[in-house]
């Protein structure tokens, strides 16, 4: 996931790598090393034919936030749970209509999706998601 970010913080947003070592809370130093790793992988799966498997740790694929209405409480929504492929992709959690359970911090049954454009902050952390 380090190297999915990376990429995605340097080739795709066009950072500059010292924002984007900020950005991941690292040096610029160990930025580098896993940008080049990753860029290593990339190529030697485009020039082989080769699947890219992106894997490790928890993260999430949306841009959309459960907001607890009774207590402010915010967390990622949709992590995991995707059917379908590409564009027709659908987390089968997340359908209008659908309950979307507890708020994990006071249980309360309030709940609100929002997108992250909605959000300053998701949590206690700003949303990785928003331009800075």
């Known amino acids: 996931m380090d190297e999915m970010e990376a990429v995605r913080l340097k080739d795709l947003e066009g950072h500059e790598q010292a924002e984007c070592a900020d ?3 690292i ?3 160990t930025f580098q090393r896993i940008l080049t790793s990753a860029h290593a992988k ?8 080769l699947p890219l498997e992106i894997s490790g740790g928890e993260y999430c694929l949306t841009k959309s ?6 207590c402010g409480h915010t ?8 059917q379908g492929e590409g ?6 959690t997340c359908d209008d209509g659908a309950d979307l359970g507890s708020c994990p911090e006071c249980g309360g049954k309030n709940i609100s999706r929002s997108s992250c454009k909605d959000l300053e ?3 206690d952390e700003p949303c990785p998601r928003l331009d800075a």
Do not use: F, I, K, Y
């Open 27 to 29: 040096s610029r130093g």
């Open 42 to 49: 990339v190529a030697r799966a485009l020039t082989e034919g």
């Open 87 to 92: 564009e027709d992709a659908q987390c089968g």
């Open 23 to 25: 950005r991941m809370n």
């Open 65 to 70: 936030h459960n907001v607890c209405l009774d």
């Open 121 to 123: 902050q998701v949590g």
């Open 75 to 82: 967390w990622p929504a949709c992590c995991g749970g995707t």
